[in-house]
């Protein structure tokens, strides 16, 4: 896939009337939505109903299933996701006519265009520290807008259109379209090389965010004094006249998190910044979620709010979809689902999990995501995966790509072997995967279900045969 290349915007009262593709999608349905909150005449098509089309009908968006060149009607401009080809019968009768067609980040920029824009990206955490930001801000009183990649837990909504002049998005690197968004402060919670079969070299994919600190409508770079990638830029945005704000717990960092320790209810560090100095506590686990909420906390206080308030509302973040998310507690045994799908994801949320296993095992289900990630990180995938007791390893959830051949699930899990031998188990559809858990799992183990794709299945599955007494055959 071709990577986005920023193009200028226009504000969404100049774009007329405008049509989304593929509007039923997570990223497409918030922006849909705040057009027609904004008085915008819109519409939109999806290739399938969903509720997502109802709860935009309800706003005024003219909705379509199905696609057909006619239902473009009067568009003036027309909003595409990632996933809509060129053949697209739409798409196709748009560029015909000579439409303005925008790529879903464009759409997104222009709504930021007026505000103080806060875009927060990196290759993991982007999820977590976007929502912290929205809920820091929120518990400020800053009433930000927001759109991030996951519902909060809290509210199941993953966009607000707010009064203040804050607009928080999640920036997403994997297509370039991170360089897209007109915001004043940019967060980037770490550098590590993915998404390759965008970018192609590692050094080019770092070159993007090398680009991105650089430009022109950026005032503040808030980045990571823990990690090496992250680290690199700080001169580079320094040269560029950009304020730099660095966070974690290197003896440097600006805001600087100590005494970090794991209560079974969440996470807890001293925070210590310039003019301001306390305790940060969260109901969600782990280091790197600490990480997060520093980074969180340093663009609120770009921003301009106050750092006890920001570090108070903090408590009150209680996760987001798919991210070390409760699916149950069953015959003893507790299930946790997962949106992790680069080694060093998987290792970080097998850490987190093992702090509160307590006497029980940790039983780890994976589905590698891409066939280009799987044949990239294999031997990375499978010494993360070694951190668990018990190891499920699926096959390759295709997503956008065509096979690999010699590429398959099988690598991942003979690499875990290699690590952990006669603890790795591999199943190669989803169907399969519930059954051999069951197989495995005992009365105080905590299972995690691991992936980017529909492995966020297994573990309602898992509950519902452990709830009705199923044992192994």
Same mark, same amino acid.
């Given at each position: 896939?071709a990577?986005?290349?920023p193009?200028?915007?226009?504000?969404?009262?100049?774009?007329g009337?405008?049509?989304?593709?593929?509007?039923?999608g997570?990223?497409?349905?918030?922006?849909a939505a705040?057009?027609?909150?904004?008085g915008?005449p819109?519409?939109?098509?999806?290739?399938?109903?969903s509720p /997502?089309l109802?709860q935009l009908a309800a706003?005024g968006?003219?909705t379509?299933?199905g #696609?057909d060149? *006619?239902?473009l !009607?009067?568009a003036?401009t027309v909003?595409?996701?990632s996933?809509?080809?060129?053949?697209?019968p739409e798409?196709a009768?748009?560029?015909?006519?000579?439409?303005r067609?925008?790529h879903?980040s464009?759409?997104?920029g222009?709504?930021?265009?007026?505000?103080?824009?806060?875009?927060?990206?990196?290759?993991?955490?982007?999820?977590?520290?976007s929502?912290m930001?929205a809920?820091?801000?929120a518990g400020?009183?800053a009433d930000?807008?927001y759109?991030?990649g996951s519902p909060l837990?809290a509210t199941g909504?993953?966009?607000?259109? %707010?009064?203040?002049?804050a607009f928080?998005?999640?920036a997403? &690197?994997?297509? *370039?379209?991170f360089?897209? $968004?007109?915001? &004043?402060?940019v /967060?980037?919670?770490?550098?590590?090389?993915? #998404?390759?079969?965008?970018?192609?070299?590692?050094?080019? $994919?770092?070159s %993007? =965010?090398a &680009?991105?600190?650089?430009?022109?409508h950026v005032?503040?770079?808030v980045?990571?004094?823990? @990690?090496?990638?992250?680290?690199?830029?700080i001169p580079l945005?320094r040269?560029a006249g950009k304020?730099?704000?660095?966070f !974690?717990?290197?003896a440097d960092?600006d805001v600087?998190?100590?005494d970090?320790? =794991?209560p079974?209810s969440?996470?807890?560090?001293?925070l210590?910044a310039?003019?301001d100095a306390g305790p940060?506590e969260l109901?969600v686990?782990g280091?790197?979620n600490?990480?997060?909420?520093a980074?969180a906390y340093?663009a609120?206080r770009?921003i301009g709010?106050?750092? @006890?308030?920001?570090?108070?509302?903090a408590?009150s973040?209680?996760g987001t979809q798919?991210?070390f998310?409760?699916? %149950?507690?069953?015959a003893?045994a507790r299930i =946790?689902d997962d949106?992790?799908?680069?080694p060093?994801e998987v290792?970080a949320?097998?850490?987190?999990?093992r702090g509160l296993v307590?006497?029980?095992r940790?039983?780890?289900?994976?589905?590698? #995501?891409?066939?280009t990630?799987t044949?990239d990180?294999a031997?990375?995938?499978?010494?993360?995966?070694a951190?668990?007791?018990?190891?499920v390893?699926?096959?390759? $959830?295709p997503?956008?790509?065509?096979?690999i051949?010699g590429?398959?699930?099988?690598l991942?899990a003979?690499a875990?072997a %290699?690590?952990?031998? *006669?603890r790795?188990? $591999?199943?190669?559809?989803?169907?399969?995967?519930a059954?051999?858990?069951v197989?495995?799992v005992?009365s105080g183990?905590?299972?995690?279900?691991l992936g980017?794709?529909? /492995?966020?299945?297994v573990?309602?599955?898992l509950a519902?045969r452990?709830a009705?007494?199923?044992?192994p055959?």
């Amino acid at each position: 896939m071709a990577l986005i290349e920023p193009i200028d915007l226009l504000p969404v009262t100049e774009l007329g009337a405008v049509h989304f593709i593929a509007v039923g999608g997570a990223g497409m349905s918030p922006i849909a939505a705040m057009y027609a909150q904004l008085g915008v005449p819109v519409s939109g098509s999806d290739q399938a109903d969903s509720p /997502v089309l109802a709860q935009l009908a309800a706003l005024g968006v003219r909705t379509f299933v199905g #696609h057909d060149a *006619g239902q473009l !009607g009067a568009a003036d401009t027309v909003i595409v996701s990632s996933a809509v080809r060129g053949t697209n019968p739409e798409l196709a009768e748009a560029r015909r006519r000579g439409l303005r067609v925008w790529h879903r980040s464009a759409g997104l920029g222009a709504l930021m265009l007026g505000r103080r824009g806060v875009a927060i990206t990196g290759t993991h955490g982007k999820t977590t520290t976007s929502a912290m930001t929205a809920v820091l801000l929120a518990g400020a009183g800053a009433d930000p807008s927001y759109v991030v990649g996951s519902p909060l837990s809290a509210t199941g909504r993953a966009d607000h259109l %707010g009064a203040g002049e804050a607009f928080v998005v999640e920036a997403d &690197e994997s297509d *370039g379209s991170f360089r897209q $968004y007109p915001a &004043e402060v940019v /967060v980037i919670t770490n550098i590590e090389a993915d #998404h390759l079969d965008n970018w192609g070299t590692a050094e080019r $994919y770092a070159s %993007g =965010f090398a &680009e991105l600190v650089s430009a022109d409508h950026v005032r503040v770079v808030v980045t990571s004094a823990d @990690d090496p990638g992250t680290r690199d830029l700080i001169p580079l945005a320094r040269a560029a006249g950009k304020q730099v704000i660095t966070f !974690g717990e290197a003896a440097d960092a600006d805001v600087r998190l100590s005494d970090l320790s =794991f209560p079974a209810s969440g996470a807890r560090a001293m925070l210590t910044a310039a003019d301001d100095a306390g305790p940060l506590e969260l109901a969600v686990p782990g280091s790197y979620n600490l990480r997060n909420a520093a980074a969180a906390y340093a663009a609120g206080r770009a921003i301009g709010c106050p750092g @006890d308030r920001l570090r108070a509302a903090a408590a009150s973040f209680t996760g987001t979809q798919r991210r070390f998310q409760p699916v %149950g507690d069953v015959a003893g045994a507790r299930i =946790f689902d997962d949106y992790a799908h680069h080694p060093t994801e998987v290792a970080a949320t097998l850490t987190a999990a093992r702090g509160l296993v307590g006497c029980g095992r940790l039983v780890a289900c994976f589905q590698p #995501h891409l066939f280009t990630r799987t044949r990239d990180f294999a031997a990375e995938f499978g010494a993360a995966l070694a951190l668990a007791d018990e190891i499920v390893v699926l096959g390759i $959830y295709p997503a956008r790509e065509d096979p690999i051949p010699g590429v398959s699930g099988r690598l991942v899990a003979d690499a875990a072997a %290699g690590v952990a031998p *006669g603890r790795v188990h $591999y199943v190669e559809t989803l169907a399969e995967a519930a059954p051999a858990l069951v197989g495995l799992v005992r009365s105080g183990d905590l299972v995690v279900t691991l992936g980017a794709g529909d /492995v966020t299945k297994v573990g309602p599955e898992l509950a519902r045969r452990l709830a009705i007494g199923e044992t192994p055959a």
